[in-house]
């Protein structure tokens, strides 16, 4: 294949992986997805292929709590549809069982966000965060009394986020 060829196909499959993905990503994850854990394109392509995107318009980024987020515009679902095809089928067939598996764990990813550190009396904070569309839903923050327990509540977070937020969401709001 030539370079020139492979470099439209890396970006028909970004394109048709954030496309079918349907939700903002980091770029953290679209690299993950996309070189680590499938394989599609190498690392560096990868990245460049972002930015090319970026630069042509059929990409957007927008900030959110100094993450960078990414979706597809208008103009890159139009390059898509017309260059579909140029991706190989087994690709395409590949990218879509693959979002078809994953979306749910990857959107919680980003939607169910939780840090915590070290406090200068030794006990941990806590941060955990909801965010829907770009907008935090939710922030809470408490202190732990050591690392195991800030670790385990990190853990729980993501499965147990939903949850919680609609029980605090009844309990507070009639």
């Known amino acids: 294949m030539e370079i020139e060829d492979k470099n439209i196909v890396n970006k028909l499959t970004i394109l048709f992986f954030i496309d079918k993905m349907d939700v903002t990503m980091s770029e953290s994850i679209i690299l993950e997805v996309c070189y680590y854990r499938n394989l599609w394109l190498e690392y560096m392509e990868c990245a460049d292929t972002l930015k090319l995107l970026l630069d042509a318009g059929f990409v957007y980024k927008n900030t959110h709590d100094n993450t960078v987020y990414y979706s597809i515009t208008p ?17 395409r067939s590949e990218i879509t069982d693959w979002v078809k598996e994953n979306r749910a764990s990857y959107r919680r990813k980003q939607e169910y966000l939780t840090s915590y550190h070290l ?14 569309s770009m907008k935090t839903a939710l922030d809470l923050k408490f202190t732990v009394p050591n690392k195991a327990i800030a670790k385990a509540v990190a853990k729980k977070w993501e ?16």
């Not at 139009?78 to 140029?86: D, E, K």
């Not at 499965?159 to 009639?174: F, G, S």
């Open 75 to 91: 103009d890159g679902r139009a390059c898509l549809s017309h260059f579909y095809s140029r991706i190989p089928a087994s690709l």
């Open 119 to 132: 406090n200068p009396d030794k006990t941990y904070t806590c941060s955990l965060k909801i965010v829907d």
């Open 159 to 174: 499965t147990k986020a939903a949850q919680i937020y609609t029980t605090l969401y009844e309990q507070l709001v009639d």
